[in-house]
Every structure is written in C-alpha cells, then in structure tokens.
C-alpha cells in the first residue's frame, strides 16, 4: 500500500515569509510528485510538478525533490494572505498514471498578516 | 466551457437510494478519474478508466459502480447509499508529458441522510 505521509498542521507563517511544507512517500519507486493548492470546499489545482531530484522554480514556488529519503518539498516565497489554503502532495508511482494519484491528507497554511 | 464539470454541485438522497454523478471533460484526455475527500482522510481513488472498454477498481471501490460513456464522459454510481458515502467527490483527468496536465472538476457535495 502506497502511502503518502505529511504535517496535517495548521502551519502558521507570517505574511512575506517563507513557507515551508514536507512530504514523505513510502513508495521507493515513485517517478512523479506534484503539490497541489486547495481553498476550503474547492478542487485541487496543481501548482507543481518535479520528478528529478533537486530543485524546481516557478515564480515564489519551489519544489525540492530527495528519492534517496524518499522526500519532497514545497517552498513559499513572499508568502501572502492568499497563499493560506490546504497542500496537497501526491506520487504517482512505478507503473506511471496507471494506477492515478496517491494523495497525502494535506498540509492547512495560514499566512498571518 | 470548463474544463472538467460535473452534475450535480450538490445532493442529498436517503439511504438505499440510487444516485449518479456525472463528469464531463474537454480536454481530450484518454485517462479519467473518481476521487472522494472526506474531512482529514485526504483524497482516495475509487474508480479510473483509460478509455472507454478499460475500467479499473481504486483503493476504495466497494458500494460504487462507474460507466466511461465516451471518451469526455464518465460517471459513477451508487446503487445503494449509506450513509458513510456522504463525501465531496471530485472527477480528474491526467494527461500530458509526465501527467503534468492535471484537471479535476468543481466536486459534487453529497450528503446521504
């Protein structure tokens, strides 16, 4: 059983800060990670994607890739109010997408002003 | 048109009652997805399907029944309802290099009393 472990929080960072959000996954062939944003009742918007080890830019997005400790993470720069949401992190695993996502509980942020 | 929709946003049923929620996409994606979030479990797959004659049961299949219409459609059923169905059930479509296009629907709301 695939599993997806992170920080169910609430993770409270202050406004202009920088956000910090962990995954660990217990698939040690997993090829694809992504974080997603989810806004209280609304659906999932992926935000990134990484599937090398390092690290992966997008605007005040990063994502941070370690297979060997089976880890990935979210960084948030400038963090602002809107930013405070659910995170979701999810593997897709040795057989690609044929078996569909699987999803950690999420991570709560709140961005305090 | 959105990208993925789904009918209805929002319903309550009894239980024992029948119940379809419907998905559309206009992305073209082969490979379709049913998920339900229920408060702190996350997101789990229930069904998926790569195209229309290919169906496959998720981590969470018993008490639903899909059918992929067509390659934009893909609807799932509940025969009869319990209550512990009760969940905001989100429909997803995957595609694109590395799964990196990813959309899922505005979820349908279900309460069954």
């Known amino acids: 059983q695939k599993e997806v472990e992170q920080n169910s929080g609430p993770l409270s960072v202050p406004e202009g800060a920088i956000a910090s959000l962990n995954c660990t996954y217990s698939d040690r062939v997993s090829q694809s990670f992504f974080w997603y944003r989810q806004y209280s009742g609304k659906s999932p918007e992926l935000i990134m994607s990484?599937?090398?080890?390092g690290d992966k830019e997008d605007g005040r997005f990063t994502a941070q890739l370690n297979k060997a400790s089976q880890y990935v993470s979210l960084l948030i720069r400038d963090s602002q109010p809107s930013d405070s949401a659910t995170y979701l992190c999810a593997v897709i695993g040795s057989g690609g997408g044929a078996d569909g996502l699987t999803f950690g509980k999420g991570t709560h942020l709140i961005i305090q002003p | 048109d959105a990208d993925v929709t789904q009918t209805p946003r929002n319903r309550i049923t009894k239980t024992g009652k029948r119940i379809m929620l419907e998905c559309s996409q206009t992305?073209?994606?082969?490979?379709m997805y049913w998920y339900r979030q229920d408060p702190g479990l996350g997101l789990r797959l229930i069904y998926y399907?790569?195209?229309?004659?290919?169906?496959n049961k998720g981590e969470i299949s018993d008490g639903y029944s899909v059918s992929r219409q067509a390659q934009a459609k893909f609807s799932l059923s509940l025969e009869s309802a319990i209550p512990n169905q009760t969940a905001l059930y989100f429909c997803a479509t995957i595609g694109g290099v590395g799964d990196n296009e990813q959309f899922f629907g505005p979820g349908t709301r279900l309460t069954v009393l």
């Open positions: 990484i599937y090398s080890n």
């Open positions: 992305k073209g994606h082969d490979r």
């Open positions: 399907s790569f195209d229309v004659k290919d169906i």
